[in-house]
C-alpha cells in the first residue's frame, strides 16, 4: 500500500490488490483514491502468504468502478491480472473468448488478459505461468505492462512489457516489481530496468528475464541514487520536471490504437457519427489558459486539412456575446481536467443552442466530457504541476487527430495524405526525446536571466500561439512580465517596448511550405536587433538564414510546419521552469494558482 502511494500521482480512479492468502486468491479494489481502499484493507485485511500485486488505476477502458479496478481475474479464480497501457485488440480477443464460455464482469481490456492466462494454462496443461504469459503477450497488439499471479504457484509473480515501463527491486530475499522505482525505494535502490518485449520471472531469491521465445535477456542493471524522499517524484525536485521528461511517452501514448487495421483513423470514443461531421459547417473551439493557445494551433490545421471555417473562443467570454450557432455547428472544447468551469459553462450554452459538442480532455470521467456529444482522450496521465506541460502537447496531438479525422469522414483529403500526416505524428515522440537530450544550453540561458524584469515572445503563424504559451508559463512560473505578439504586429505598436539588453524569444517557421513567412520573421529578428534587443531565436537545424542575427540560438529539428508546435514549445517549458527555479520559486505550485479552476 504504500508503494501504491508513492505511484499514486499515475492514476487515481480506482485501486485495489491482490494476495495470495492460504493458498487461495484474496482481491480487495476500491474506486476512487487510494484512500478508500486502504480504509477497505484496515476493516478486513487478508493474511497474505509472500506474494501481492496492486494497482492505481487511469481509467481508459470502462468508468472508474468497484468492478472495473485492478486486479482482474478468471472466471475459477485462479489467475490475478494487473495492467498499465492499452489493449487494441482486446475486442477481438474478447469476442473469442466469450465464444469458448468466458464471463466478462468488467468493461476493461485488462479482463481480456486474465481469461486469455487461464486458458493457456489449461491448454498447456502445466502451472508455467511465464510460459503462458510469453505465449498471451504475442497474441497481444498495443503498449502493455501485464503483472500476474497463479494460485499454484505461490512463490511467483510474472511480469511482461512492451512500451510501458516496468522495473525490478533486488532485494535480500525479497524483490520487486513497479513502473517506477519510487513504490520500492524504501526498500531497495538496486534495479534492473526491462527492455521491450521482455518477461521477468520474480521469486523471493531470484530474477529471471526472458524475452517472448524464452530466450535469456540483456538487461540493464544500475543503482538508484537517491531516496524514498523523493520516489513521489521520482527522483526529480519537483513534478513539473518530471513532467517534461515524460513528454515523450505521452504523446505517445495520445497517438497509440488510433488507426484501425484497415489504415484509416479510428476515434472510438468521439462518439459522433461521421454523417454528423460531414454536415459541419463551422466549427469553433472554446478553451483557457493554456489550453486556448492548443486551440490557436488546431484552428490552422483543421482549417488547412478540412476546408470548414474554425474559430477560437476564450472560454470564460464565449457565452455572453450571444455568439451563432446551430446544428451544423462542431464546438470543440478542450479542457486538461474536464472541470473548468468557464469550459463546462460555454459547453452547456452550446449544447442549448444545438450545437454538436466535442471534447479534448486528460481526466477521464470528468463533467465536460461527460455532457459533450462527444470526448477524445489525451492519456498523458496525471499531470500534478499546475503549469501544463505533457498536457499542452498531448492537446495539440488529440487537436491533430480530430483534424485529420474531420479530413478523412469529409472526404476532402486522400487516404495516403492522411496516412502521411499520421505517419509524420508516429515520428514526434522521438522528435521530443531529441530536444529533450539537447536541452542543457537552455538551461544554462535561464539562468543568466534571473535578473530580466522582461521577456517579451515573437512568433509568426503556428509560431505565435507557441510564443503565447512561452509568455503564460514564464508568467505562471517566475512571476514576471512576459508579453507575446505576432511579429507582424510589431511596426504597429510593440517595438516601442524593444531597449537595450531587452531579451526576445523569437519562434521561427519551419522553412517547410511556409517560406515567405520565415523570410519576414528574419526581417523581424534584424529589426529589433538593430534596437538592441537580445535576440533568443529557437530556428530548426541547418536554418543558416537567422544565425547572424541571433545573439543566443536554440536549434530544434525539422519538422512539417503544422507540427512544429510539438517541439518548439519544449525549449519555451524548460526555459520558464529553469528561470523561476533561479527566482526560488516552487514550479509545482505557483502563487495565487489551481490546477484546475472551478469557478467562472
Known sequence: MDGLARLEYRGYDSAGIAVLSDGRLQTEKRAGKLANLRAAL?????????????????????????????????HDNRVAVIHNGIIENFAALRLELEERGCKFTSETDTEVTAHL???ELHDRGDNDLAAALRSVCRRLEGAFT?????AEEPDLVVAARRNSPLVVGRGEGENFLASDVAAFIAHTRDAVELGQDQVVELRADSVTITDYDGNPAEVREYHVDWDASAAEKGGYEYFMLKEIVEQPRAVADTLLGRVGVDGTLTLDEMRLAPSELRDVEKIVIIAAG?????????????EHWCRVPCEVEVASEFRYRDPILNRQTLVIAISQSGESMDT???VRYAREQ????????????????RESDGVLYTHAGPEVGVAATKTFLTQLVACYLVGLYLAQVR???????????IAQLANMPEQVENVLATIDPVRQLARSLSDASTVLFLGRHVGYPVALEGALKLKELAYMHAEAFAAGELKHGPIALIEDGLPVVVVVPSREGRGVLHDKIVSNIQEIRARGARTIVIAEEGDTAVHPFADELIEIPAVPTLLQPIISTIPL??????????????????????????VE
Not at 444545438?354 to 466530457?369: D, F, H
Not at 486522400?414 to 496516412?419: P, S, V
Not at 524548460?574 to 520559486?585: D, P, R, S, T, Y
Open 411 to 421: 472526404t476532402v483529403k486522400f487516404g495516403d495524405e492522411i496516412n502521411a500526416v
Open 354 to 369: 444545438r450545437a454538436r459538442v466535442l471534447a479534448i480532455c486528460n481526466v477521464n470521467g470528468s463533467t465536460i466530457p
Open 146 to 150: 501485464l503483472v500476474a499471479m497463479f
Open 290 to 302: 493554456t489550453s486556448f493557445h492548443a486551440g490557436m494551433i488546431a484552428k490552422y490545421a483543421i
Open 42 to 74: 484496515d476493516h478486513n485485511a487478508p493474511a497474505a502468504d509472500g506474494i501481492g500485486i496492486g494497482h492505481t488505476r487511469w481509467a481508459t477502458h470502462g468508468p472508474p468502478t468497484d468492478v472495473n479496478a485492478h486486479p482482474h481475474v478468471d
Open 344 to 346: 463546462l459553462m460555454a
Open 117 to 119: 492466462l487461464a486458458a
Open 573 to 598: 517549458q524548460v526555459f520558464a521552469c529553469e528561470l523561476a527555479l533561479a527566482k526560488g520559486n516552487d514550479v509545482d505550485q505557483p502563487r495565487n494558482l489551481a490546477k484546475s479552476v472551478t
